[in-house]
């Protein structure tokens, strides 16, 4: 019964901040189908990801008649008990991530770093960030459960237009403020094959996010070793997937491989020397 009524809490709270956090638009917004949305609880952070620790129930749109406000905004939400209490999340770096689709799970739709002040009442609000201009953004609400568990509640809904004059002015002026390049790092596609790396040897120094796509028929992954950087994929791209890997870069010398095999990938031609200027 705790859990149960932690969950209904959940639920208002996420629901009037969610009204503060979408703008909605002038257009009727109908309940659209969606296919679920596949979420995780990952070591690290949104930036780096490590491995999955806690998987969590799909996020789903409600079904049934569509009811009140014509310009509502239609949110996607799902509800889950984990055996893991809140310290245990916040004694380290954990990410919390919405996928596309279980058939897309390479494509990410939203994240939210885990952490912040929790509450009086012992909860944490979590903001989750669009990613890769998915066009959606989002709430969790973590709670203390029974038996040393969290509740965990995770909202996301699409970003819409609207909003007032001069909410978009000052948008406008802080983006003008703010240099692109600052916050936006350099997008890399990389292409691994049997044997091979395909990407740019000659870099800028900076922020990169290396997109790395597996076209080959055999699981591969990416390191990036040199100038005081070691890095690789938390986990090995399958055939047809792709996964990212952010790095700031230094001019200097660096090496690419796939490590998988044990080395043998590497051996057949699977390495790359980066120049970074």
Excluded: W
């Amino acid at each position: 019964m705790n859990s149960i009524r932690l969950v209904r809490n959940s639920v208002t709270v996420l629901l009037v901040l969610l009204g503060g956090l979408f703008l909605a638009s002038s257009r009727t917004l109908g309940q659209e189908a969606s296919p679920p949305r596949p979420s995780h609880i990952h070591d690290g952070d949104c930036d780096e990801l490590g491995q999955i620790i806690q998987p969590l129930t799909a996020l789903t749109v409600p079904v049934g008649q569509v009811s009140g406000n014509k310009d509502a905004v239609v949110a996607e939400a799902a509800f889950t008990v984990i055996p893991l209490s809140l310290d245990e999340l916040l004694a380290t770096d954990h990410a919390l991530k919405v996928h596309l689709s279980k058939e897309q799970i390479q494509i990410y739709l939203a994240c939210g770093d885990i952490g912040g002040t929790v509450d009086a009442n012992g909860a944490l609000i979590v903001g989750m960030k669009e990613l890769d201009n998915s066009g959606y953004t989002g709430i969790a609400y973590l709670a203390p459960a029974g038996d040393g568990g969290t509740s965990v509640s995770v909202l996301i809904a699409k970003v819409l237009s609207g909003g007032t004059p001069e909410s978009a002015t000052e948008a406008a002026q802080a983006a003008a403020a703010t240099p692109a390049a600052a916050s936006e790092p350099q997008l890399v596609d990389v292409s691994v094959t049997e044997f091979t790396i395909d990407m740019p040897t000659t870099l800028s120094a900076g922020k990169v996010r290396f997109n790395v796509t597996n076209n080959g028929a055999v699981p591969h992954s990416f390191v990036l070793e040199g100038e005081g950087i070691s890095k690789r994929l938390a986990n090995n791209v399958p055939p047809g997937g792709s996964a990212k890997l952010n790095a700031d870069l230094k001019p200097g010398a660096y090496t690419v491989y796939c490590p998988v095999g044990e080395g043998a990938h590497r051996a057949k031609g699977m390495e790359v020397t980066l120049t970074v200027t």
